[in-house]
């Protein structure tokens, strides 16, 4: 990567399973929270029924135009799958809070992930891009956690309402920061989403293992190489040496 770095200028980030650890026990607290707040507000529910409804609501964007969810609607779609009535907009309101709430509170991030970006900071310009169908939960949660002072741009699939690997989010980040996808590369854990996504548009990709995602895809036949491939974030700093 040393040669691919001399003619890059900016580093965009993935960010669950990226910088932060957004696996199975994270998936496991938000539906855990959602289904308290419904058996509050409408009684005992199948909660297996629950979980495997927000997998499928989770992967679902990663198929066809890779068209991100619309978290109210499928608040509600939930709700009526599960208990047969429908949201007024005090509930839908509450819900969504709750959503936002725990999301926000799961998230944590490791000092030498503060480290990395500090030193990276000195020679990159740093954007984000995550897929998530809430945006105001990503930037809360990048202030609370201080992440958002590294970046000049953070792009999130509910603002452009196409989820990675579509080559917009991707677009939208580049102009943002007025570069072009062969000066950057982008780092990210998802096989389709990241490094195919990254790749398909001509970025340089290096593909980090660091956390256990609650979504995996599997290597396809015609798939793009990773640039490189890192166990922990600060194998970065070679990379880019």
């Not at 927000?54 to 978290?71: I, K």
């Not at 452009?160 to 570069?179: C, D, N, Q, W, Y």
Request: charged content about 25%; aromatic content about 8%.
């Amino acid at each position: 990567m040393k040669h691919l770095a001399a003619t890059t200028d900016t580093i965009l980030f993935d960010y669950g399973n990226t910088l932060i650890e957004f696996g199975p026990n994270q998936v496991q607290r938000c539906d855990a929270a959602l289904g308290d707040a419904l058996t509050e507000m409408f009684g005992p529910h199948d909660f297996e029924q629950l979980s495997e409804t927000q997998h499928h609501e989770r992967r679902s964007p990663y198929s066809g135009e890779f068209h991100e969810n619309d978290l109210a609607t499928t608040t509600r779609s939930l709700v009526e799958k599960l208990f047969g009535v429908q949201l007024d907009e005090s509930q839908l309101e509450h819900l969504l809070e709750v959503r936002f709430q725990v999301m926000t509170s799961c998230v944590e991030v490791h000092d030498e992930i503060h480290d990395v970006l500090k030193q990276l900071s000195g020679r990159f310009r740093m954007g984000l891009i995550s897929n998530y169908p809430d945006g105001r939960a990503i930037r809360h949660s990048l202030e609370r956690v201080g992440l958002e002072r590294w970046f000049e741009v953070v792009v999130v699939s509910a603002d452009v309402g196409r989820v990675k690997p579509h080559p917009s989010i991707f677009e939208a980040a580049l102009t943002a920061m007025k570069t072009t996808p062969e000066a950057a590369i982008y780092v990210g854990d998802n096989w389709l989403g990241d490094i195919q996504g990254a790749k398909r548009l001509g970025l340089k990709a290096v593909w980090t293992q660091q956390f256990v995602p609650y979504e995996e895809f599997a290597r396809q036949p015609g798939d793009h190489p990773a640039d490189a491939e890192i166990s922990h974030l600060s194998e970065l700093l070679a990379l880019c040496g």
